[in-house]
């Protein structure tokens, strides 16, 4: 038996594809429904694991804040001493943070630091990162570097204000005066939870801002000596300060990552759910107990079908089905996301940081997602619907004809 | 001469359980080539289940099956699927007929599973129906609307489809008789 039978059992397969609307169609849109689901948390969750690990990078070895009664205060300068005597520190340099508006309503994170200290590291955020214009030096006052995201949150305002270097944008600030700045610089950083909402401006300016006085700040940004264990410099820190929390680069990843995969989590059960419902209709559509494909089966067994060709038939149909559906869930799911922003899943993988601006929602297609998600739709559907069928196919065709 | 020989068949279902039935006590039967032989008897007197057995749609529990002297109940799965694709035909009751299936692919679906293209099959198969009239039913998409007996006529065509390429036919037909309307005695019994 040659290619022309493997073609007409494709043929009869297909056919019978088209020829049960109901049972195909209802198989094609749960996996639709449920492939677009994973897909899309899937790209956001890719996208934030890039992201956090393009912030980590970017960003200091450890971050020094203060805890009193488990809540996170300002840091007194003195601590800046005692922190850059630790052994392993190469550079620790304060850092005044917090979140503003425009006047829109949308969050924006300003940033202060000092920019000769932050500029002299290598790597360190927006040193060698800026699309357009330069970074600050210690002499800028009421200065900003602002993310691309601040960019085109103003050009889609209802002033369609362009913002490009030398452009003026007023901040409110934490008492409701509006204090103005002059941009220098737009960041291009491959992070965007770090710099897409992000207005870098020099200390001093950000404590007007936010409100922190001259004697504290946020946190403290510390770069470790070439070659030292971070972990033991974050135990020197903690054991010399004792109300500090000492975050080292790999325990603000883990706990950033942990978000975001415990939210997918929660999100990909969801999908689990209806990916176990699409099995069971396709383990009812062709098992033993639907009588229609049962008694098929028989028939073909009795006319003279192997069980290999009864197999081929119901993989072929499964196949499509499954083919179909994943590749229009991936599909809707690259338009839903990449396209439209990914409403409302966004806003429940990223929480907080989807005060992020519209666009800033950090996505990534990887060809072991779509992998991932081509064989999870795949095998279970090829499962549920080939195993009934080849047990009913290894039976004597008699009992599968007649139901005895 | 002898074409069908069963010497002392059983069949039983459900063994070892409290289901456990004798569909076919100790049948020994012969059947000679040429000749139109049927089986009567009263509703679960087995009359279906001994046409199973020597149309190798299941294999007896006791005895033996021999069809042109060569002993084909013991025969690998694969062997027996190769016969019944090649050396037997079964019109089945109405029932039988694959619902999504037209007339003319459910009468081309013997030969699905052979390299014949589709194409020519249901081109036979139009051929074949035309013949008796039904040119206007051929893709008809709702068989189960067929008459009782423009169904029979359908199932009996697939069986007379499979014919054309081989030697040998065995036609089998369970449950026909007086309640099977229209059926055409014009089986093929043998060829050649």
Not at chain 1, 220 to 240: I, M
Not at chain 1, 309 to 321: A, F, G, P, V, Y
Request: aromatic fraction near 6%; include cysteine.
């Amino acid at each position: 038996m040659g290619a022309r039978k493997h073609s007409n059992l494709a043929s009869y397969a297909l056919g019978n594809v088209l020829k049960y609307r109901t049972k195909s169609a209802a198989i094609v849109i749960a996996l639709f429904i449920s492939t677009s689901i994973i897909c899309s948390v899937e790209f956001i969750r890719e996208g934030v694991v890039q992201d956090i690990s393009a912030s980590v990078d970017e960003g200091p070895d450890i971050v020094v804040q203060r805890l009193i009664g488990g809540r996170q205060v300002v840091v007194p300068n003195e601590w800046m001493a005692n922190v850059t005597d630790t052994q392993g520190v190469r550079l620790a340099t304060p850092r005044v943070w917090g979140y503003t508006d425009v006047g829109n309503g949308r969050l924006l994170t300003v940033m202060g630091i000092n920019s000769t200290e932050y500029g002299s590291v290598l790597g360190a955020a927006g040193t060698e990162t800026l699309d357009n214009g330069r970074f600050l030096d210690e002499s800028d006052t009421r200065k900003m570097v602002v993310g691309s995201g601040i960019v085109d949150m103003m050009a889609t305002s209802a002033l369609s204000i362009q913002i490009e270097v030398g452009s003026v944008l007023s901040l409110i600030s934490y008492n409701g005066e509006l204090v103005e700045f002059e941009v220098i610089g737009i960041f291009s950083s491959d992070s965007k939870i770090f710099s897409y909402d992000l207005i870098l401006t020099d200390i001093g300016s950000a404590r007007e801002v936010l409100g922190v006085d001259n004697s504290s700040c946020t946190d403290v940004a510390v770069w470790a000596e070439y070659g030292s264990d971070l972990n033991s410099v974050a135990f020197r820190l903690d054991t010399e300060i004792a109300d500090a929390r000492v975050l080292t680069r790999d325990a603000m990843s883990e706990t950033m990552l942990k978000t975001y995969g415990g939210r997918a989590g929660v999100v990909a059960l969801l999908w689990t759910v209806v990916l176990l419902a699409v099995v069971l209709l396709a383990f009812t559509a062709s098992s033993a107990g639907s009588e229609e494909a049962r008694r098929e089966v028989g028939l073909l067994k009795a006319l003279g079908f192997d069980t290999v060709d009864i197999l081929e038939i119901r993989m072929l149909e499964s196949l499509t089905l499954s083919l179909l559906g994943v590749s229009l869930g991936i599909s809707f799911a690259i338009v839903y996301s990449f396209v439209l922003g990914a409403p409302i899943i966004a806003g429940f993988l990223l929480g907080w940081n989807l005060l992020l601006l519209n666009g800033g929602i950090p996505l990534a297609v990887t060809v072991s997602t779509i992998f991932t998600v081509y064989v999870v739709g795949l095998v279970p559907i090829l499962v549920a619907s080939v195993i009934p069928s080849w047990r009913n196919a290894i039976t004597e065709p008699d009992i599968v004809l007649r139901g005895v | 001469m002898v074409l069908i020989r069963t010497e002392e068949v059983w069949k039983t279902y459900g063994v070892d359980t409290a289901r456990q039935v004798d569909a076919v006590r100790n049948v020994s039967v012969t059947i000679d080539k040429g000749t139109i032989t049927a089986f009567a008897g009263p509703s679960g007197s087995g009359k279906t289940t001994l046409l199973s057995l020597i149309g190798l749609l299941s294999r007896p529990s006791r005895g033996r099956v021999f069809l042109d002297e060569q002993e084909v109940s013991q025969y690998s799965e694969v062997y027996r699927t190769k016969m019944r694709r090649d050396e037997i035909g079964f019109i089945f009751q109405a029932q039988y007929l694959i619902p999504q299936l037209t007339a003319v692919e459910n009468v081309a679906l013997p030969k699905i599973c052979t390299d014949i293209s589709r194409d020519e099959a249901e081109e036979q198969a139009k051929v074949k129906l035309i013949e008796i009239g039904l040119e206007q039913r051929l893709e008809i998409k709702e068989i189960q609307k067929l008459s009782n007996a423009t169904k029979s006529e359908v199932l009996r065509i697939s069986m007379m489809i499979k014919k054309s390429q081989h030697k040998r036919r065995l036609p089998l037909i369970p449950k026909i008789g007086l309640r099977t309307p229209g059926i055409d005695w014009r089986i093929p019994t043998q060829e050649g």
